[in-house]
């Protein structure tokens, strides 16, 4: 992938479109008209009884996204655009996520590890103790900001408190969607302004700024927001309908039954946020967690694993199989408790093939998009009607959401806004903090709210809740544009070029 968006001179606005509007239309269709298998039905992947065939099942998104990408090939062509040129940015955006691929397969893993060694059912006997219905929404947000934060992922964040979460609000009553979007919160607000996040790094990097002047001005609109999200959370949670003391006493009493509940299993999820905060790679410090967690189920939960092993002792290599089974494919520990039975089950790497198809399909669709120069030209025709300050921001955060929707990338949607609008931020005279906080703003933490963008699909598929149940709860996902277009309609804080701040960058 280019660092510099590709600009084609052969292509028109109308022309740039075409693929994204066969997108939309057939995003639309499938959501609204199809029960989400339009192909399904369109090929006769179903059957009489109305039951899907094979590979029918769900991959209609994904079919979605190569068809949008051969329909962007095609205009491609015919505008000049070679094939080689266009596999060669979906060869760069597959180089650019192969980390992302591999932290998603190893994140099925740790949570098939971490349920069979106890892990999550310790997260959530400690937590149903700790963390009571009358906080434990807003709770959930400031304990996924202050990982996220120290960490700088919120993929991490999500993968490791976050499922614990998920799991301890739905087991006394609290709706999986709003526990999620509490999560999904918490998550961006500390990916956003830690300096140990990579989009953090790049937004300044693209707008022309310094790192800590960024996160600087970047809390003007982000406290605000995450103030609003608190408060919001906090009056859900006071008009929750949840279960009583006697049903956490009886879920308290089933865990402790089928699991050996020991604050020691905690130094697992401690090692893996304390080597991602020493900036170890996150696929290392979640591969590190996979295999300690291994090792804990054997030492610690062996009734759970004679359980799965379905014989009376352990043998290697019946402790093989079963670790291996708890890695790659579904595992369920069945409880007489049928609310905790849905806790207690995992897919491993195969209950992430589809969200990985859905991102390998989305960096096509992307890699094509830039390479016949349409994500170049929809936002340069943004930039034509930004003739004012308001309508300057105004053009970059649609911008930064057109390309979160088309490319399904958020690296994408601070790159190419950042190349495209840097100069005219300049010619305005704004400071290009103004620019690298707008396109964190609405380039970030947008990414989650779509389902088909490797953030929305990510996040969707660790929590097990999906985007459109969580969309409405992930409020300050979804509120930081608007307040950064509401600090921009008031000129509030809007920092200006002067002779000082421009003496400073001629001596840099």
């Not at 006997?125 to 434990?136: A, K, V």
Request: some cysteine.
């Amino acid at each position: 992938m280019h660092e510099n968006p590709i600009e084609n001179k052969e292509l028109n606005i109308w022309e740039a479109l075409v693929a994204l509007s066969v997108v939309v239309v057939l995003l639309t269709v499938n959501i609204f008209f199809s029960d989400g298998v339009l192909y399904a039905k369109i090929f006769g992947l179903v059957s009489s009884n109305n039951t899907l065939i094979a590979l029918g099942e769900g991959y209609t998104n994904q079919l979605i996204l190569l068809t949008g990408a051969i329909v962007a090939g095609i205009v491609g062509f015919f505008n000049k655009v070679s094939f080689k040129t266009m596999l060669e940015e979906t060869w760069g955006n597959f180089k650019q996520t192969f980390d992302a691929i591999v932290i998603l397969a190893l994140v099925g893993a740790l949570s098939g590890t971490w349920l069979i060694s106890g892990i999550i059912p310790t997260m959530i006997y400690y937590g149903l103790q700790i963390l009571s219905p009358s906080i434990f929404l807003p709770a959930t947000v400031i304990i996924a900001a202050i990982i996220s934060l120290a960490t700088g992922s919120s993929w991490t964040t999500s993968a490791t408190v976050g499922i614990a979460l998920i799991g301890i609000g739905t087991a006394i009553g609290i709706n999986p969607g709003m526990i999620a979007g509490a999560v999904v919160s918490g998550a961006y607000f500390g990916d956003k302004i830690s300096p140990l996040s990579d989009t953090t790094n790049l937004a300044p990097a693209m707008a022309g700024t310094e790192l800590f002047t960024h996160i600087k001005y970047m809390l003007y609109t982000t406290v605000p927001t995450f103030a609003i999200t608190l408060i919001v959370f906090t009056i859900l949670s006071f008009n929750l309908e949840t279960k009583g003391a006697a049903d956490v006493t009886e879920i308290l009493n089933t865990l402790s039954s089928h699991f050996n509940v020991t604050p020691t299993l905690f130094l697992v999820p401690a090692l893996v946020v304390f080597m991602v905060f020493l900036k170890a790679k996150p696929y290392v410090a979640i591969l590190a967690g996979v295999i300690l967690a291994a090792i804990f189920a054997v030492v610690f939960q062996t009734n759970v694993m004679i359980a799965l092993c379905g014989t009376d002792n352990l043998t290697v290599a019946s402790i093989f199989k079963t670790l291996m089974k708890a890695v790659f494919v579904e595992n369920s520990i069945v409880t007489e408790n049928e609310a905790l039975n849905g806790l207690f089950t995992s897919k491993g790497m195969a209950g992430m093939l589809w969200t990985i198809y859905l991102i390998l399909s989305a960096l096509v669709f992307g890699g094509v998009m830039e390479a016949i120069g349409a994500l170049s030209r929809i936002s340069s025709a943004l930039l034509k009607i930004s003739d004012s300050v308001f309508a300057l921001f105004a053009s970059t955060v649609v911008s930064c959401l057109a390309i979160n929707l088309t490319a399904s990338d958020q690296y994408l949607a601070i790159v190419v806004p950042g190349k495209m609008f840097a100069k005219a931020y300049k010619e305005k005279g704004l400071a290009p903090e103004n620019l690298s906080r707008t396109l964190e703003d609405s380039g970030t933490v947008t990414s989650a709210l779509i389902p088909w963008n490797t953030c929305g699909a990510y996040q969707s598929s660790v929590l097990g809740v999906s985007v459109a149940d969580y969309f409405i709860y992930a409020i300050f996902n979804y509120v930081s544009p608007f307040m950064t277009l509401l600090f921009a309609a008031f000129h509030i804080k809007i920092r200006t070029l002067n002779n000082e701040y421009l003496a400073q960058k001629i001596v840099k």
